[in-house]
Structures are given as C-alpha cells and as structure tokens.
C-alpha cells in the first residue's frame, strides 16, 4: 500500500526551464513534507520541506506548494540547471519520525 | 568528513547466510534509520530508533534486527539472508527539533544474495 506516489518516472527539461515535480499522498495525516535529491551511488540528500500549516515554501530556485485538499505537493526549479540532474524523492510523515517515501521522478536537464 | 557513512558499501553473500551492515553518524543526531531500496526504487522505512524507542516496521522479517552500541551507531543483522535481500540499504540520522525533520542518508550499502 503506497501512501505517496510519485507517478512521472521521469522528466526531461531544458536549461534555463521550469522544472516541475508532483507528488500525491493518500494519508490525510501527513503533516510534514519532504523532498529529497538522489544521485547515482549516493544516499538521497535533503532539499526543502514543507509543513501543513503552509501552502508553499521557497528556497533559492526551489519552491514546494502543498495542496492539501487536493494531496497534492510539487517541486517547482526555476531556473533548471544540468547540475539539477537527478532522482528527485518526495516523503511524508504523520509524525516527523516515520516518513513514507514516493518512488522517486528522474529529472534531466539538458543543456 | 562524513556526517553519516555505512560499511561495506557493496556486499555479496550466499543465501543462508548471516551478515551485519554497519552506520555511523558523527552529527550528534538522536534518531537513527534503516531504509530498504527495492528492485522497483521503492524506499521503504525498516526501522527508526533513538535512544528511548525502536519503532519496528511491522512488514520487516523478524530475520532483520537492529543493534545500536551507542548513539552515533545503528548497525542492521541479517539472518538466514534471502534472494528478496537483495538491496540497497541505507542508513538515515535526523534530529528532530522543533520542525526540523530531514534525514541525513549514508552512501548506500548494495547487498547482492545469490
């Protein structure tokens, strides 16, 4: 039973583009939100959450937007760059201690 | 410096067997993780335990255990290893304050069961 789902596999962008990343949960009771960035041969490293009491959350050339009543979260990069390259992970949590992880969107920025 | 690493980072083993994966983190960290990263790149939660608590994830054989020596230590035992092992396996640290919820991941550990 997967409770977050990431359903593009992949996604390929021009340089200088808006990447767009979506992500859908099931459990109403996640309230924290998490997006992970994953190269080849390395562990997934934080990149921004995202709490329900907020609807969007910006860092840099990253922003997520949370719509709860839809279940719906996304990552926005603007702009994309080739070092953006990779699998991009979004996980959920109830609790802050046990995240649910989707199954990742491979993002490719090409130059 | 490595915040959280993991030995061996690729593990090759015959099914029956018994192995360990070991995990470090250097981060002061109060909570730690193991992760199972199937066929299908499916991340799934195995464990997470701090000092106070082990939270098993009830889908994970009881082949599976965790030993913590200490705080900056989560290792994972692996009994009676199985061709469905066959993963990567990643340790994760977090610490849990206020809305500070990220985990730090380790490298990676890919146990092939042959």
């Known amino acids: 039973d997967q409770q977050v789902k990431q359903n593009s596999p992949s996604l390929s962008v021009q340089e200088g583009r808006i990447s767009i990343l979506n992500c859908d949960y099931t459990n109403s009771m996640f309230d924290y939100f998490l997006w992970y960035k994953k190269y080849p041969a390395e562990g997934p490293t934080f990149l921004i959450s995202?709490?329900?009491?907020?609807d969007k959350n910006e860092d840099g050339r990253f922003t997520v937007f949370l719509n709860k009543s839809a279940k719906h979260l996304s990552l926005h990069i603007v702009p994309s760059q080739p070092g953006d390259s990779a699998v991009y992970f979004c996980?959920?949590?109830?609790?802050?201690?046990?995240?649910?992880f989707g199954t990742g969107t491979s993002l490719t920025v090409i130059p | 410096d490595t915040a959280v690493s993991q030995t061996p980072k690729y593990l090759v083993t015959q099914m029956g067997n018994d192995k360990s994966i070991k995990c470090e983190q250097n981060?002061?960290?109060?909570?730690m993780y193991w992760y199972k990263q199937d066929s299908k790149k499916f991340l799934k939660i195995m464990f997470s335990?701090?000092?106070?608590?082990?939270?098993i994830n009830e889908t994970v054989p009881n082949r599976f255990s965790p030993k913590s020596p200490d705080k900056a230590h989560l290792n994972l035992h692996i009994n009676s290893l199985e061709l469905g092992d066959s993963a990567v396996y990643f340790c994760?640290?977090?610490?849990?304050?206020?809305?500070?919820?990220?985990?730090?991941f380790g490298p990676g550990t890919r146990l092939t069961v042959t």
């Open positions: 995202i709490s329900s009491i907020k």
């Open positions: 994760a640290s977090s610490a849990q304050q206020g809305l500070s919820y990220e985990q730090y």
């Open positions: 996980a959920a949590s109830a609790d802050g201690n046990q995240f649910y």
């Open positions: 981060l002061g960290h109060d909570t």
């Open positions: 335990y701090n000092n106070k608590e082990l939270i």
